[in-house]
Protein backbone atom coordinates (compact mmCIF):
# COMPACT_ATOMS: atom_id res chain seq x y z
CA UNK A 1 0.00 0.00 0.00
CA UNK A 2 0.76 3.25 -0.80
CA UNK A 3 2.36 5.04 2.45
CA UNK A 4 0.57 8.12 1.85
CA UNK A 5 -2.91 6.24 1.70
CA UNK A 6 -1.94 4.18 4.79
CA UNK A 7 -1.21 7.28 6.37
CA UNK A 8 -4.73 8.60 4.91
CA UNK A 9 -6.66 5.52 5.98
CA UNK A 10 -5.29 4.89 9.97
CA UNK A 11 -5.72 8.41 10.63
CA UNK A 12 -9.49 8.47 9.59
CA UNK A 13 -9.66 5.02 11.47
CA UNK A 14 -8.50 7.58 14.11
CA UNK A 15 -11.03 10.11 13.79
CA UNK A 16 -13.92 7.99 13.34
CA UNK A 17 -12.92 6.07 17.22
CA UNK A 18 -12.30 9.73 18.45
CA UNK A 19 -15.55 9.92 17.00
CA UNK A 20 -17.02 7.52 18.88
CA UNK A 21 -15.46 7.65 21.96
CA UNK A 22 -18.27 9.49 23.41
CA UNK A 23 -19.78 9.63 26.65
CA UNK A 24 -23.55 11.32 27.03
CA UNK A 25 -23.88 12.50 30.21
CA UNK A 26 -25.06 15.93 30.52
CA UNK A 27 -28.86 16.01 30.54
CA UNK A 28 -30.89 18.91 29.11
CA UNK A 29 -33.64 18.59 31.70
CA UNK A 30 -35.48 21.88 30.09
CA UNK A 31 -35.58 19.89 26.26
CA UNK A 32 -36.48 16.52 28.45
CA UNK A 33 -39.61 15.13 29.65
CA UNK A 34 -41.14 12.63 31.71
CA UNK A 35 -44.88 11.44 31.35
CA UNK A 36 -47.31 8.83 31.78
CA UNK A 37 -50.40 7.91 30.16
CA UNK A 38 -52.99 6.00 32.02
CA UNK A 39 -56.70 5.07 31.67
CA UNK A 40 -60.16 6.39 34.09
CA UNK A 41 -63.60 4.67 33.01
CA UNK A 42 -61.70 3.87 29.57
CA UNK A 43 -60.74 6.98 28.45
CA UNK A 44 -57.12 7.73 28.21
CA UNK A 45 -55.54 10.31 30.17
CA UNK A 46 -51.92 12.09 29.60
CA UNK A 47 -50.23 13.52 32.54
CA UNK A 48 -46.84 15.21 33.05
CA UNK A 49 -44.19 15.64 35.82
CA UNK A 50 -43.11 19.10 35.32
CA UNK A 51 -39.93 19.03 37.57
CA UNK A 52 -37.31 16.22 37.20
CA UNK A 53 -33.43 16.00 37.68
CA UNK A 54 -31.44 13.45 35.76
CA UNK A 55 -28.02 12.37 35.98
CA UNK A 56 -26.51 9.97 32.72
CA UNK A 57 -23.59 8.20 31.43
CA UNK A 58 -24.26 6.58 28.26
CA UNK A 59 -21.47 5.02 25.58
CA UNK A 60 -22.79 3.03 23.47
CA UNK A 61 -19.41 1.45 23.04
CA UNK A 62 -19.15 1.35 26.53
CA UNK A 63 -23.15 -0.92 27.94
CA UNK A 64 -21.54 -2.04 30.99
CA UNK A 65 -20.36 1.66 32.22
CA UNK A 66 -23.53 3.67 31.24
CA UNK A 67 -26.04 4.84 34.04
CA UNK A 68 -29.09 6.19 34.62
CA UNK A 69 -30.97 7.91 38.06
CA UNK A 70 -33.88 9.84 37.12
CA UNK A 71 -35.61 11.73 40.24
CA UNK A 72 -39.01 12.86 40.03
CA UNK A 73 -40.58 15.61 42.52
CA UNK A 74 -43.79 14.57 42.71
CA UNK A 75 -45.70 17.67 43.72
CA UNK A 76 -44.97 18.75 39.82
CA UNK A 77 -47.29 16.35 38.52
CA UNK A 78 -50.35 17.60 36.71
CA UNK A 79 -52.82 14.81 36.26
CA UNK A 80 -54.84 16.50 33.31
CA UNK A 81 -56.87 18.18 35.75
CA UNK A 82 -56.42 20.40 39.39
CA UNK A 83 -58.80 18.31 41.37
CA UNK A 84 -57.05 15.48 40.13
CA UNK A 85 -53.60 17.29 41.13
CA UNK A 86 -54.90 17.47 44.49
CA UNK A 87 -56.19 14.43 44.80
CA UNK A 88 -52.91 12.96 43.91
CA UNK A 89 -50.70 14.62 46.00
CA UNK A 90 -52.42 13.30 49.06
CA UNK A 91 -52.44 10.08 51.69
CA UNK A 92 -53.92 7.56 49.62
CA UNK A 93 -52.07 7.97 46.45
CA UNK A 94 -48.37 9.53 46.78
CA UNK A 95 -48.55 10.79 50.30
CA UNK A 96 -46.28 13.47 48.36
CA UNK A 97 -45.66 14.85 51.68
CA UNK A 98 -43.85 11.58 53.42
CA UNK A 99 -42.67 11.02 49.94
CA UNK A 100 -42.01 14.02 47.97
CA UNK A 101 -40.16 12.36 44.90
CA UNK A 102 -40.00 8.84 43.03
CA UNK A 103 -36.85 7.47 41.71
CA UNK A 104 -35.10 5.32 39.45
CA UNK A 105 -31.93 4.21 39.03
CA UNK A 106 -30.64 2.02 36.63
CA UNK A 107 -28.71 -1.61 37.26
CA UNK A 108 -27.50 -2.31 33.61
CA UNK A 109 -28.16 -1.85 30.24
CA UNK A 110 -28.51 -4.29 27.36
CA UNK A 111 -28.59 -3.97 23.67
CA UNK A 112 -31.42 -5.39 21.96
CA UNK A 113 -29.74 -4.48 18.30
CA UNK A 114 -29.98 -1.44 16.11
CA UNK A 115 -30.47 1.59 18.23
CA UNK A 116 -33.06 -0.17 20.74
CA UNK A 117 -31.56 -0.86 24.57
CA UNK A 118 -32.90 -2.10 27.52
CA UNK A 119 -32.58 -0.36 31.26
CA UNK A 120 -32.43 -2.32 34.00
CA UNK A 121 -33.22 -0.31 37.44
CA UNK A 122 -35.15 0.00 40.53
CA UNK A 123 -38.51 1.88 40.93
CA UNK A 124 -38.86 3.77 43.90
CA UNK A 125 -42.55 5.27 44.68
CA UNK A 126 -44.04 6.02 47.97
CA UNK A 127 -41.15 4.18 49.89
CA UNK A 128 -41.69 0.99 48.05
CA UNK A 129 -38.47 -0.77 45.21
CA UNK A 130 -39.35 -2.50 42.78
CA UNK A 131 -37.09 -3.78 39.67
CA UNK A 132 -38.23 -2.40 36.41
CA UNK A 133 -37.42 -2.86 32.65
CA UNK A 134 -37.33 0.05 30.62
CA UNK A 135 -36.93 -0.53 26.50
CA UNK A 136 -35.80 2.96 24.76
CA UNK A 137 -34.22 4.02 22.14
CA UNK A 138 -30.93 5.87 21.31
CA UNK A 139 -30.17 8.28 18.74
CA UNK A 140 -27.09 10.36 18.44
CA UNK A 141 -25.90 13.14 16.46
CA UNK A 142 -21.94 13.36 17.41
CA UNK A 143 -23.03 16.25 20.04
CA UNK A 144 -26.12 14.79 21.01
CA UNK A 145 -28.21 12.14 22.15
CA UNK A 146 -31.82 11.39 22.25
CA UNK A 147 -33.65 8.26 24.78
CA UNK A 148 -36.83 7.78 23.95
CA UNK A 149 -38.68 4.66 26.24
CA UNK A 150 -41.49 3.90 27.96
CA UNK A 151 -42.54 1.03 30.63
CA UNK A 152 -45.76 0.13 32.47
CA UNK A 153 -46.23 -0.44 36.19
CA UNK A 154 -49.10 -1.24 38.14
CA UNK A 155 -49.90 1.49 40.22
CA UNK A 156 -51.36 -0.87 43.04
CA UNK A 157 -47.45 -2.30 42.92
CA UNK A 158 -46.64 0.82 44.75
CA UNK A 159 -49.98 1.54 47.07
CA UNK A 160 -50.46 4.27 44.50
CA UNK A 161 -53.83 5.16 45.12
CA UNK A 162 -55.65 2.98 48.32
CA UNK A 163 -58.82 2.81 49.90
CA UNK A 164 -61.85 3.84 47.28
CA UNK A 165 -59.00 3.89 44.87
CA UNK A 166 -57.93 0.77 45.23
CA UNK A 167 -60.48 0.10 42.65
CA UNK A 168 -58.98 -0.40 39.64
CA UNK A 169 -62.16 -0.71 37.43
CA UNK A 170 -62.35 3.31 37.61
CA UNK A 171 -58.60 4.21 37.65
CA UNK A 172 -57.22 1.34 35.79
CA UNK A 173 -54.00 -0.07 37.32
CA UNK A 174 -51.81 -0.13 34.70
CA UNK A 175 -49.89 3.63 34.33
CA UNK A 176 -47.77 3.66 31.65
CA UNK A 177 -44.40 6.28 32.14
CA UNK A 178 -42.72 7.39 28.98
CA UNK A 179 -38.97 9.35 28.97
CA UNK A 180 -37.38 11.61 26.20
CA UNK A 181 -34.34 12.55 27.71
CA UNK A 182 -31.92 14.48 25.91
CA UNK A 183 -28.26 14.59 26.59
CA UNK A 184 -25.30 16.54 25.15
CA UNK A 185 -21.96 14.64 24.52
CA UNK A 186 -18.79 14.80 26.52
CA UNK A 187 -15.35 13.88 24.93
CA UNK A 188 -14.31 10.79 27.44
CA UNK A 189 -11.51 10.71 29.23
CA UNK A 190 -8.58 8.45 27.95
CA UNK B 1 -115.69 13.87 22.93
CA UNK B 2 -116.85 11.74 19.50
CA UNK B 3 -114.15 12.22 17.30
CA UNK B 4 -111.05 9.95 17.75
CA UNK B 5 -107.96 10.85 19.04
CA UNK B 6 -105.04 11.39 16.56
CA UNK B 7 -101.86 10.52 17.98
CA UNK B 8 -98.19 10.85 17.39
CA UNK B 9 -97.16 7.19 15.92
CA UNK B 10 -95.35 4.49 17.56
CA UNK B 11 -91.49 6.46 16.82
CA UNK B 12 -92.80 9.60 17.73
CA UNK B 13 -94.00 8.37 21.55
CA UNK B 14 -91.19 5.86 21.98
CA UNK B 15 -88.70 8.79 21.42
CA UNK B 16 -90.08 11.69 23.34
CA UNK B 17 -90.75 8.89 26.80
CA UNK B 18 -87.40 8.09 26.25
CA UNK B 19 -85.56 11.33 25.97
CA UNK B 20 -87.80 12.64 28.82
CA UNK B 21 -86.78 9.73 31.32
CA UNK B 22 -83.22 10.17 30.00
CA UNK B 23 -83.41 14.44 30.75
CA UNK B 24 -84.81 13.47 34.00
CA UNK B 25 -81.97 10.98 34.86
CA UNK B 26 -79.00 12.97 33.46
CA UNK B 27 -79.90 16.70 35.09
CA UNK B 28 -80.87 15.56 38.72
CA UNK B 29 -77.15 13.86 37.91
CA UNK B 30 -75.74 16.55 36.66
CA UNK B 31 -76.41 18.83 39.47
CA UNK B 32 -75.52 16.12 42.35
CA UNK B 33 -71.65 14.68 40.69
CA UNK B 34 -70.66 18.53 40.34
CA UNK B 35 -70.15 19.26 44.12
CA UNK B 36 -68.73 15.68 45.19
CA UNK B 37 -65.32 15.61 46.30
CA UNK B 38 -63.06 13.62 43.61
CA UNK B 39 -63.68 10.27 44.15
CA UNK B 40 -64.20 7.09 42.04
CA UNK B 41 -67.88 7.48 42.47
CA UNK B 42 -67.56 10.77 40.95
CA UNK B 43 -65.47 10.12 38.26
CA UNK B 44 -68.28 7.12 37.27
CA UNK B 45 -70.97 9.65 37.72
CA UNK B 46 -69.06 11.55 35.10
CA UNK B 47 -68.89 9.05 32.47
CA UNK B 48 -72.62 8.15 33.51
CA UNK B 49 -73.53 11.49 32.91
CA UNK B 50 -71.75 12.07 29.89
CA UNK B 51 -72.87 8.61 28.38
CA UNK B 52 -76.71 9.32 29.22
CA UNK B 53 -76.27 12.65 27.23
CA UNK B 54 -74.84 11.91 24.21
CA UNK B 55 -77.35 9.26 23.95
CA UNK B 56 -79.88 12.15 24.42
CA UNK B 57 -78.04 13.88 21.59
CA UNK B 58 -78.30 10.55 18.99
CA UNK B 59 -82.13 10.27 19.87
CA UNK B 60 -82.78 14.30 19.47
CA UNK B 61 -81.50 13.99 16.37
CA UNK B 62 -83.60 11.47 15.49
CA UNK B 63 -86.52 13.08 16.79
CA UNK B 64 -85.45 16.30 14.40
CA UNK B 65 -85.44 13.81 11.42
CA UNK B 66 -88.75 12.37 12.37
CA UNK B 67 -90.04 16.25 13.02
CA UNK B 68 -89.18 17.29 9.87
CA UNK B 69 -90.48 14.01 8.02
CA UNK B 70 -93.64 13.75 9.49
CA UNK B 71 -96.79 15.87 10.16
CA UNK B 72 -97.68 15.94 13.75
CA UNK B 73 -101.40 15.28 14.93
CA UNK B 74 -103.46 18.35 14.66
CA UNK B 75 -104.03 20.53 17.68
CA UNK B 76 -107.72 21.10 19.27
CA UNK B 77 -109.48 23.68 17.19
CA UNK B 78 -110.66 25.25 20.04
CA UNK B 79 -107.02 26.56 20.84
CA UNK B 80 -106.44 30.16 20.81
CA UNK B 81 -104.09 31.67 18.22
CA UNK B 82 -101.24 32.95 20.82
CA UNK B 83 -101.30 29.81 22.56
CA UNK B 84 -100.19 27.89 19.02
CA UNK B 85 -97.49 30.25 18.36
CA UNK B 86 -95.89 29.73 22.32
CA UNK B 87 -96.28 26.09 21.71
CA UNK B 88 -94.50 26.02 18.36
CA UNK B 89 -91.59 28.26 19.56
CA UNK B 90 -91.61 26.23 23.10
CA UNK B 91 -91.09 23.02 20.91
CA UNK B 92 -88.82 24.36 18.91
CA UNK B 93 -86.58 25.45 22.00
CA UNK B 94 -86.97 22.32 23.49
CA UNK B 95 -85.70 20.51 20.43
CA UNK B 96 -82.42 23.40 20.13
CA UNK B 97 -81.82 22.49 23.99
CA UNK B 98 -81.80 18.79 23.50
CA UNK B 99 -79.56 18.90 20.59
CA UNK B 100 -77.05 21.93 22.54
CA UNK B 101 -76.90 20.85 25.83
CA UNK B 102 -74.98 17.25 24.92
CA UNK B 103 -73.01 19.55 22.18
CA UNK B 104 -71.94 21.96 24.94
CA UNK B 105 -71.13 18.58 27.43
CA UNK B 106 -69.18 17.31 24.73
CA UNK B 107 -67.03 20.23 23.86
CA UNK B 108 -66.61 21.08 27.68
CA UNK B 109 -65.58 18.04 28.70
CA UNK B 110 -62.62 18.17 25.21
CA UNK B 111 -61.92 21.29 26.35
CA UNK B 112 -61.37 20.37 29.79
CA UNK B 113 -59.30 17.79 28.71
CA UNK B 114 -61.57 14.42 29.28
CA UNK B 115 -62.53 12.51 26.50
CA UNK B 116 -66.08 11.45 25.99
CA UNK B 117 -65.89 7.29 25.29
CA UNK B 118 -69.94 6.77 24.53
CA UNK B 119 -70.60 3.80 27.05
CA UNK B 120 -66.28 3.52 27.54
CA UNK B 121 -66.94 1.90 24.23
CA UNK B 122 -66.75 4.56 21.52
CA UNK B 123 -64.53 7.32 21.70
CA UNK B 124 -66.03 10.60 20.51
CA UNK B 125 -63.27 13.09 19.11
CA UNK B 126 -62.49 15.94 20.37
CA UNK B 127 -63.87 18.86 18.39
CA UNK B 128 -61.76 20.97 20.47
CA UNK B 129 -58.29 20.84 22.23
CA UNK B 130 -57.57 21.44 25.91
CA UNK B 131 -57.90 24.86 26.99
CA UNK B 132 -58.63 25.92 30.35
CA UNK B 133 -60.37 29.15 29.28
CA UNK B 134 -62.79 27.60 27.16
CA UNK B 135 -63.64 24.71 29.64
CA UNK B 136 -64.55 27.22 32.19
CA UNK B 137 -66.62 29.06 29.43
CA UNK B 138 -68.42 25.78 28.02
CA UNK B 139 -69.13 25.27 31.31
CA UNK B 140 -71.07 28.21 32.25
CA UNK B 141 -72.81 28.05 28.69
CA UNK B 142 -74.04 24.29 29.79
CA UNK B 143 -74.96 25.19 33.19
CA UNK B 144 -76.83 28.51 31.46
CA UNK B 145 -78.67 26.11 28.98
CA UNK B 146 -79.61 23.67 31.12
CA UNK B 147 -81.37 26.34 33.44
CA UNK B 148 -83.13 27.06 30.11
CA UNK B 149 -84.30 23.87 29.81
CA UNK B 150 -85.56 23.54 33.38
CA UNK B 151 -87.55 25.99 33.06
CA UNK B 152 -89.20 25.34 29.38
CA UNK B 153 -89.55 21.36 30.56
CA UNK B 154 -91.43 23.36 33.49
CA UNK B 155 -93.45 25.19 30.86
CA UNK B 156 -93.91 21.93 29.05
CA UNK B 157 -95.49 20.36 32.04
CA UNK B 158 -97.74 23.14 33.10
CA UNK B 159 -99.53 23.88 29.79
CA UNK B 160 -99.85 19.42 29.64
CA UNK B 161 -101.89 20.53 33.35
CA UNK B 162 -103.46 23.26 32.07
CA UNK B 163 -105.39 21.62 29.34
CA UNK B 164 -105.88 18.56 31.43
CA UNK B 165 -107.58 20.21 34.17
CA UNK B 166 -108.90 23.47 32.89
CA UNK B 167 -109.39 22.89 29.54
CA UNK B 168 -109.95 19.49 29.24
CA UNK B 169 -109.03 18.70 25.99
CA UNK B 170 -106.91 15.97 24.68
CA UNK B 171 -103.18 17.11 24.09
CA UNK B 172 -102.13 14.84 26.21
CA UNK B 173 -103.75 11.69 24.45
CA UNK B 174 -101.77 13.03 21.49
CA UNK B 175 -98.48 11.63 23.48
CA UNK B 176 -99.98 8.96 25.40
CA UNK B 177 -100.41 4.82 24.01
CA UNK B 178 -103.72 4.03 23.01
CA UNK B 179 -104.08 1.72 26.38
CA UNK B 180 -103.34 4.43 28.84
CA UNK B 181 -105.79 6.86 28.03
CA UNK B 182 -109.83 6.61 27.94
Known amino acids: MNPFIRIVLSSLALMSSVAFAVEFKQVQTNESTVTFAYKQMGVTMDGTFAKFAAQASFDPAKLAKAQA ?7 SIDTGSSDGN ?3 AGKQWFNAKAYPSAGFISTGVKALGGNRYEARGKLTIKGK ?3 VIAPFTFQSTAARGVFDGSFTIRRLDYNIGEGVWADVGTV ?3 IQ ?3 HLVVNASPAKK | ?8 NNTAMALHWLVALLVFAAFPLGVYM ?3 PLSPTKLQYYSYHKWIGITILVLAVTRVVWRITHTPPPLPEAIPRWEVVVSHITHLALYGLLLAIPLSGWLMSSAKGFQTVWFGLLPLPDLVGKDKALGDLLTTV ?3 LNLMLFLLVGMHIAAVIKHKLIDRDQILERMLPKGMSK
Open chain 1, 69 to 75: RIDIDLA
Open chain 1, 86 to 88: DEV
Open chain 1, 129 to 131: TLD
Open chain 1, 172 to 174: ADE
Open chain 1, 177 to 179: IKF
Open chain 2, 1 to 8: MNTPIQRY
Open chain 2, 34 to 36: HDL
Open chain 2, 142 to 144: HQG
